[in-house]
C-alpha cells in the first residue's frame, strides 16, 4: 500500500518559473524524504526532513512538512531544463518495520 | 566510487525461465534493498536486508528469493519468472545508522517477461 501520494502527477512550467509538488501521507512519521529521478536512472535522495521539523532548505530546495495535516511540499525555485525528472516522497512511519514507503511520483517537466 | 551497480541492465526472459539479478554496493553500508517499479505504482519493496545475514520480506516478496552474499552483495532471484514480474527493479542500499537513512539506488534492472 502506498503511503505517500503526490500531486499533482504531472506538472509543466517555464524555464525560470517555480515548481511545487506536494505529498500526503496517512500514518505518523518519523520523517519524510524526497528523490528525483531522471528518465532511465535510479532515485537519488534530495532532502530529508524529521516529524520535529517544519521547513528545511538545500540549494534552490525548499521543503515543508505540516504533521497536522499529513502533508509535505517541495519548492524548486528557478527551475532549470536539468530539473525535469519524476520526483517522488517517500515516508518512514513511526509504527512497525523501519522501511521507507514511496508515494507514485510527480513528473515535472521544464519547459525552455 | 561506483555506489550502487547492478547487473544485467536489461533482460528478456520467457515465462517459467528463472533469473538472478546482481547487486553490489561498495560505500560500506550495512543495509541493502530490492524494489520493484511499475507504472503508477510507485516503489514497491520486494525484500531488504538490514545488515549481513538477514533478510526480510516487503510489500511484494512473492515469487521471489534474495541473498544476502556478503556486506557488499544482495542479489535477487526468480525462480520461475511470470509475465506479472515484468518491471524495472532497483537495489538501494543505506548506512542505516539512523531510522529511515537515505537510500542510494543502482540505476536499474528493465526485465521483460514474455
Known amino acids: 500500500s502506498q503511503q505517500g501520494e503526490e500531486d499533482p502527477q504531472a506538472l509543466s512550467i517555464q524555464e525560470g518559473e517555480n515548481a511545487t509538488m506536494n505529498c500526503s501521507y496517512k500514518t505518523s512519521i518519523n520523517n519524510l524524504q524526497w528523490y528525483r529521478q531522471n528518465s532511465g536512472r535510479g532515485l537519488v535522495h534530495l532532502i530529508l526532513i524529521r516529524s520535529n521539523e517544519r521547513e528545511k532548505h538545500s540549494g534552490r530546495l525548499r521543503v515543508t512538512l505540516d504533521t497536522s495535516k499529513k502533508s509535505s511540499s517541495l519548492l524548486i525555485t528557478a527551475s532549470r531544463a536539468a530539473d525535469t525528472a519524476s520526483y517522488f516522497c517517500?515516508?518512514?512511519?513511526?509504527?512497525?518495520?523501519?522501511?521507507?514507503?514511496f508515494g507514485t511520483g510527480t513528473r515535472l517537466t521544464i519547459i525552455p | 566510487n561506483a555506489g550502487v551497480t547492478q547487473t544485467p541492465k536489461f533482460q528478456v526472459l520467457k515465462t517459467g525461465q528463472s533469473m538472478t539479478l546482481q547487486c553490489a554496493q561498495d560505500m560500506n553500508h550495512n543495509s541493502m534493498y530490492w524494489y520493484r517499479q511499475d507504472p503508477g505504482m510507485g516503489l514497491r519493496l520486494i525484500y531488504y536486508?538490514?545488515?549481513?545475514?538477514?533478510?526480510d520480506k516487503g510489500e511484494v516478496p512473492n515469487g521471489y528469493n534474495v541473498s544476502r552474499l556478503n556486506k557488499r552483495e544482495f542479489s535477487l532471484r526468480l525462480e520461475s519468472a511470470a509475465p506479472s514480474q515484468t518491471s524495472v527493479y532497483f537495489c538501494?542500499?543505506?548506512?542505516?545508522?539512523?531510522?529511515?537513512?537515505?537510500?542510494?539506488f543502482g540505476n536499474g534492472t528493465r526485465l521483460t517477461v514474455t
Open positions: 517517500a515516508t518512514l512511519s513511526n509504527f512497525g518495520n523501519e522501511k521507507l514507503t
Open positions: 538501494a542500499s543505506s548506512t542505516n545508522r539512523g531510522r529511515g537513512s537515505p537510500l542510494h
Open positions: 536486508s538490514a545488515s549481513e545475514g538477514t533478510t
